[in-house]
């Protein structure tokens, strides 16, 4: 099974909702010969898309892969490809994808250019240091603008992108490209569904622009090497296409530069020459260096190198159920390789699992496989125990790759099952939701008895709610969305906690002593120090002072929200040699978390998000009137091709039920997208009719 891995290519597609990845992979499937007719997403017959809720939406929910061939310089090249979902709530997919990919296809669309989530999707590329590729995709469409959109990567992104083509026209006269590296100019033709397309000759209005780009592009190529600088010099026609090529591939395996492509995906344009630049730019497994991890029996640093030879490791990036064979588990191979039937060790778990089955995935169809060995992307069935970000690895040498963090969920909805009957299969249904999804939480209140889920926005717990109902046969009702609140303390403040309890026989006895502050600036979470001098305490009694900290921050003193971040540093305290024991330092250091947060001010603090409108130019007044009633904070405007940009942080709490109202009074003419960006102090006026809200909620439960 072995083969050259310098031929392998694992690529995910990732862009802004509706720039068309999906469209995009659709033809790829068709024209390296994977699918015999092309699927299309408005007719919900495409293949990356197959669940339901996917094809009724025309939306891609969660991230599919699938793997092709295609023959580039008469050599085959293996291209494992990941399709990610375009919309904020599904960002977790693109996240989860990216940590185990090599390169990326980058897709914009030609007259929307760079959106919020093209911002999202490129900085995630950015923190896992994935090479990509652009893609400026509906050429044809009424106002398309390849160079407006290159000049957007460049100051919206931060990009280098470097044109390897020029659309021959635009809009509807897109017929082609010129290819810059060759400079020969190809056009599709439209009655074999663009499975044909032929040489032309540079057409004559493009002749300049194609010259001054494509000296640009072999000038930057030179003077990657002295020797070819010197030719350059000499003659700028004399560098070879294989030198251009080369020099380009090794600047956008190093990051330095994105080549930028062009077509029309949806009109068959473009896309063979998309697939060329697949396998001459994006880097293979031997391209990448060696995988870091930490061996747990001596938490010393190793590499794993992507290599049959070295022992098996991989990372598992997504956790899906299957209702016929149970949980699937998809992986990406860095090392070594693993057999059917074969015994790996869970390196995060500790656990020894059985792989009972390897296959291939193809959308939601599975392809079995004997064998599978590094560089390659798979999945498994058969375990009885793992999570997203879990290591597989060989039980005689083990190591744990660096796992992925997940942002937080910033929506709830409290739920109850309909019928007596559904109480068992809600919470076996939601537990396997849960393990499917990092960005899922489910939250029993232990005061009202209430489950409560959590997601990244209202259509991410719409579409769970659906699958709650299609997939497992639960119907519930559903309470209306809350927000996700943290709370936070203002003040530091020092405080005693003397925790006594006796009931005859062996009492219970602790004293500690604290100051309590807000935390260090980008510390998240509890930031414990313990400054206990002269042996004021045991060691396992600080430990137990600790742990009963981090158990107490989860359920903050004003409504029982999470508290985000708090520094709490141990000075003093004294202990009883009978009557003491670590649950009772445990027990103290809770009941004191909450005097001392009452003590140092907490408030509340509220999820602020990124909202992007763009509507026609007549209705910015009402646009910015409702803003500004929903707490927003208007940060940009800008105008573009009749239409307006808006750009605003605006309070999460406000938003619910707005892509409605924004409908209503634009007449359907606007659009908007949704996305996180931080955390912000409640205003009081606010923070007092929350509090009041919640407060009555609990009384009436």
Same mark, same amino acid.
């Given at each position: 099974?072995?083969?050259?891995?310098t031929?392998?290519r694992?690529?995910?597609i990732?862009?802004?909702?509706?720039?068309?990845?999906?469209?995009?992979?659709?033809?790829?499937?068709?024209?390296?010969?994977?699918?015999?007719?092309?699927?299309?997403?408005?007719?919900?017959?495409a293949?990356?898309?197959?669940?339901?809720?996917?094809?009724?939406?025309?939306?891609? +929910?969660?991230?599919?892969?699938?793997?092709?061939?295609?023959?580039?310089?008469?050599?085959?090249?293996?291209?494992?490809?990941i399709?990610?979902?375009?919309?904020?709530?599904?960002?977790?997919?693109?996240e989860?994808s990216?940590?185990v990919?090599?390169?990326?296809?980058?897709? #914009?669309?030609?007259?929307?250019?760079?959106?919020?989530q093209?911002?999202?999707?490129?900085r995630?590329?950015?923190?896992?240091h994935?090479?990509?590729?652009?893609?400026?995709?509906?050429?044809?469409?009424?106002?398309?603008?390849?160079?407006?959109?290159i000049?957007?990567?460049?100051?919206?992104?931060?990009?280098?992108?470097?044109?390897?083509?020029?659309?021959?026209?635009?809009?509807?006269? #897109?017929?082609?490209?010129v290819?810059?590296?060759? *400079?020969?100019?190809?056009i599709?033709?439209?009655?074999?569904q663009?499975?044909?397309?032929?040489?032309?000759?540079?057409? /004559?209005? %493009?002749?300049?622009?194609?010259?001054?780009?494509?000296?640009?592009?072999?000038?930057?190529?030179?003077?990657?090497?002295?020797y070819?600088l010197?030719?350059?010099l000499? *003659?700028?026609?004399?560098?070879?296409?294989?030198?251009?090529i080369?020099?380009?591939r090794?600047?956008?395996?190093?990051?330095?530069?994105?080549?930028?492509?062009?077509g029309?995906?949806?009109?068959?344009?473009?896309?063979q020459? %998309? %697939?060329?630049?697949?396998?001459?730019?994006?880097?293979?497994?031997?391209?990448?260096?060696?995988?870091?991890?930490t *061996?747990?029996?001596?938490?010393?640093?190793?590499?794993?190198?992507?290599?049959?030879? $070295?022992?098996?490791?991989?990372?598992? #990036?997504?956790?899906?159920? $299957?209702?016929?064979?149970?949980?699937?588990?998809? !992986?990406?191979?860095?090392?070594?390789?693993?057999?059917?039937?074969?015994?790996?060790?869970?390196?995060t778990?500790?656990?020894?699992?059985?792989?009972?089955?390897?296959?291939q995935?193809?959308?939601?169809?599975?392809?079995?496989?004997?064998?599978?060995?590094?560089?390659?992307?798979?999945?498994?069935?058969? #375990?009885?125990? =793992?999570?997203?970000?879990?290591?597989?690895?060989? /039980?005689?040498?083990?190591?744990?790759?660096?796992?992925?963090?997940?942002? @937080?969920?910033?929506i709830?909805?409290?739920?109850?099952?309909?019928?007596?009957a559904?109480?068992?299969?809600?919470?076996?249904?939601?537990?396997?939701?849960?393990?499917?999804?990092?960005?899922?939480?489910?939250?029993?209140?232990e005061?009202?008895?209430?489950?409560?889920?959590?997601?990244?926005?209202?259509?991410?717990?719409?579409?769970?709610? $659906?699958?709650?109902?299609?997939? !497992?046969?639960?119907?519930?009702?559903?309470?209306?969305?809350?927000?996700?609140?943290?709370?936070? =303390?203002?003040?530091?403040?020092?405080?005693?906690?003397?925790?006594?309890?006796?009931?005859?026989?062996?009492?219970?006895?602790?004293?500690?002593?604290?100051?309590?502050s807000?935390?260090? /600036? &980008?510390?998240?979470?509890?930031?414990?120090?313990?400054?206990?001098?002269?042996?004021?305490?045991?060691?396992?009694?600080?430990a137990?002072? @600790?742990?009963?900290?981090?158990?107490?921050?989860? *359920?903050?003193?004003?409504?029982?929200?999470p508290v985000?971040?708090?520094?709490?540093?141990l +000075?003093?305290g004294? !202990?009883?040699?009978?009557?003491?024991?670590?649950f009772?330092?445990?027990?103290?250091?809770?009941?004191?978390?909450? $005097?001392?947060?009452?003590?140092?001010?907490?408030?509340? %603090?509220?999820?602020?998000?990124?909202l992007?409108?763009?509507?026609p130019?007549?209705?910015?007044?009402?646009?910015l009137?409702?803003?500004?009633?929903?707490?927003?904070?208007?940060?940009n405007?800008t105008?573009?091709? &009749?239409l307006?940009?808006?750009?605003?942080?605006?309070?999460?709490?406000?938003?619910?039920g707005?892509?409605?109202?924004l409908r209503?009074?634009?007449s359907?003419?606007?659009?908007?997208t949704?996305?996180?960006?931080?955390?912000e102090?409640?205003?009081?006026?606010?923070?007092?009719?929350?509090?009041?809200?919640?407060? &009555?909620m609990?009384?009436?439960?």
């Open positions: 099974m072995s083969r050259d891995l031929h392998t694992n690529i995910g990732m862009a802004h909702i509706d720039a068309g990845k999906t469209t995009t992979t659709e033809r790829i499937l068709y024209y390296t010969g994977v699918n015999r007719r092309i699927g299309e997403v408005d007719d919900g017959a293949t990356m898309d197959w669940m339901i809720q996917e094809q009724e939406r025309g939306i891609t +929910i969660t991230a599919a892969a699938t793997s092709c061939f295609w023959d580039y310089h008469n050599i085959q090249n293996k291209i494992n490809i399709d990610t979902p375009g919309h904020v709530d599904f960002t977790v997919e693109v989860r990216l940590r990919l090599d390169g990326a296809i980058a897709i #914009f669309c030609a007259v929307a250019g760079v959106q919020p093209s911002e999202t999707v490129w995630q590329a950015n923190k896992y994935v090479p990509r590729i652009c893609y400026i995709n509906k050429m044809d469409r009424p106002g398309a603008d390849f160079f407006s959109v000049q957007q990567i460049k100051t919206r992104l931060g990009g280098n992108p470097v044109p390897i083509q020029i659309p021959i026209g635009s809009e509807e006269t #897109f017929q082609g490209i290819d810059l590296v060759s *400079n020969k100019a190809y599709w033709d439209d009655d074999s663009g499975m044909k397309f032929e040489e032309i000759p540079v057409p /004559e209005d %493009l002749k300049e622009t194609v010259k001054e780009y494509r000296l640009k592009l072999i000038e930057g190529a030179a003077e990657e090497r002295d070819l010197e030719k350059f000499n *003659n700028a026609d004399s560098l070879t296409e294989d030198e251009v080369a020099e380009l090794k600047a956008t395996i190093e990051m330095r530069i994105t080549p930028v492509l062009c029309s995906s949806f009109k068959n344009k473009g896309v020459s %998309l %697939l060329d630049a697949i396998a001459a730019y994006l880097p293979s497994p031997m391209d990448i260096e060696a995988v870091k991890g *061996n747990p029996r001596n938490e010393k640093e190793e590499l794993r190198h992507p290599d049959v030879n $070295d022992p098996f490791s991989a990372l598992a #990036f997504k956790i899906a159920t $299957d209702p016929y064979v149970g949980k699937i588990a998809f !992986f990406r191979v860095y090392s070594g390789s693993m057999k059917a039937g074969s015994t790996v060790l869970n390196a778990t500790g656990k020894r699992e059985r792989i009972a089955r390897i296959v995935m193809h959308a939601n169809k599975q392809i079995p496989l004997e064998e599978i060995e590094a560089g390659d992307i798979g999945a498994a069935v058969g #375990f009885k125990e =793992i999570r997203t970000g879990d290591t597989l690895c060989e /039980e005689k040498h083990p190591i744990v790759l660096e796992s992925m963090t997940f942002p @937080e969920p910033v709830g909805v409290a739920i109850e099952p309909r019928t007596q559904d109480i068992d299969r809600l919470s076996i249904a939601l537990h396997k939701l849960a393990e499917e999804d990092p960005t899922f939480r489910v939250v029993v209140d005061e009202t008895g209430q489950t409560v889920i959590s997601g990244m926005g209202e259509l991410h717990l719409e579409i769970l709610m $659906d699958r709650l109902k299609r997939e !497992f046969n639960v119907e519930c009702n559903e309470g209306k969305p809350q927000v996700a609140y943290k709370e936070a =303390i203002t003040e530091t403040v020092t405080h005693r906690e003397i925790y006594k309890k006796q009931t005859g026989g062996k009492g219970k006895f602790a004293d500690i002593e604290f100051i309590i807000p935390a260090d /600036e &980008g510390k998240k979470g509890l930031q414990f120090i313990d400054e206990i001098k002269g042996g004021a305490l045991p060691k396992e009694y600080i137990a002072v @600790e742990k009963g900290f981090k158990a107490a921050i989860s *359920n903050g003193p004003l409504a029982g929200f985000e971040s708090v520094k709490i540093r +000075i003093d004294s !202990f009883h040699a009978v009557d003491s024991d670590a009772s330092f445990e027990i103290a250091s809770r009941l004191a978390f909450r $005097d001392a947060c009452k003590k140092s001010k907490s408030v509340l %603090l509220e999820p602020i998000m990124k992007e409108v763009v509507t130019e007549e209705y910015l007044g009402d646009v009137s409702d803003l500004n009633r929903r707490r927003g904070n208007t940060e405007v105008s573009k091709s &009749g307006v940009i808006i750009k605003e942080k605006v309070p999460l709490a406000e938003m619910f707005y892509v409605t109202d209503t009074f634009t359907g003419r606007a659009t908007s949704l996305e996180f960006s931080h955390y102090e409640t205003p009081r006026n606010v923070m007092e009719e929350v509090l009041y809200r919640l407060r &009555g609990i009384m009436n439960f």
